[in-house]
């Protein structure tokens, strides 16, 4: 079952323009990963934060976790055509015990496309 | 340092055969989980090995099955396939320090079609 639901499913920018993605969760976490995945392919992995942490940067990407909400946001900044692709969000299951260990579960994605 | 290495990138396969997906982790990786991705369901976890060991396992039937190599190197099997498993199946690898989830880096998955 899907954890987390991702918002908004898709979302079209110009270059040059910021892009907001926003994540919920149900369930506590250890931490919280964002992923990339371009058309048909691997995921790439991003940024992880963890759940005492409030705020990470990474290049032109900023995350935001507020574990009250169980929410996150991944921003991309001064978009390029490049980072047309997938986001995903992904929660750990290793809070709930060893038994969950390893797995990740995933938001449905968010499809931003970038026109130039 | 290599990344994840999946084989086979494609697959073509008839219903009732059997198939078996292989991935290489990262060096020093232990942690290897299989997910499947199709376009209804999205990421799906499959199951996890950790040292050989099958950790964890998702809603899947029986017919999905894994396994893990003393070298780390995993692989999936599905049996009596349906039209149903064609998806992309893609493997992860992590560090998994003090079984705690640490970050999965993924190969470019396995893309199985099944007619």
């Known amino acids: 079952s899907q954890q987390g639901e991702e918002d908004p499913q898709a979302l079209s920018i110009q270059e040059g323009e910021n892009a907001t993605m926003n994540c919920s969760y149900k369930?506590?976490?250890?931490?919280l990963q964002w992923y990339r995945q371009n058309s048909g392919r691997g995921l790439v992995h991003l940024i992880l934060?963890?759940?005492?942490?409030r705020e990470k940067h990474s290049g032109r990407l900023r995350v935001t976790l507020d574990t009250s909400k169980k929410s996150s946001s991944l921003l991309i900044t001064a978009s390029r055509a490049a980072d047309t692709a997938s986001y995903f969000c992904?929660?750990?299951?290793?809070?709930?015990?060893?038994?969950?260990?390893?797995?990740?579960?995933f938001g449905q994605g968010t499809t931003l496309q970038v026109k130039p | 340092k290599a990344g994840v290495t999946q084989t086979p990138r494609y697959l073509i396969k008839t219903r009732g055969q059997q198939v078996t997906l292989s991935c290489s982790p990262i060096?020093?990786?232990?942690?290897v989980s299989w997910y499947q991705q199709t376009p209804g369901q999205g990421l799906q976890f499959l199951f996890e090995y950790f040292s050989e060991t099958q950790r964890n396992k998702g809603n899947f039937p029986g017919r999905f099955s894994g396994r893990q190599f003393s070298n780390s190197r995993s692989e999936m099997n599905v049996s009596t396939l349906e039209l149903g498993d064609s998806a992309l199946y893609l493997c992860a690898s992590s560090l998994d320090v003090g079984g705690r989830n640490t970050e999965a880096f993924f190969g470019q998955g396995t893309r199985l079609t099944v007619v």
């Open positions: 060096s020093g990786h232990r942690s």
């Open positions: 992904a929660t750990d299951g290793s809070f709930h015990g060893s038994s969950n260990t390893g797995k990740l579960i």
């Open positions: 369930t506590s976490i250890n931490n």
């Open positions: 934060i963890r759940s005492n942490e």
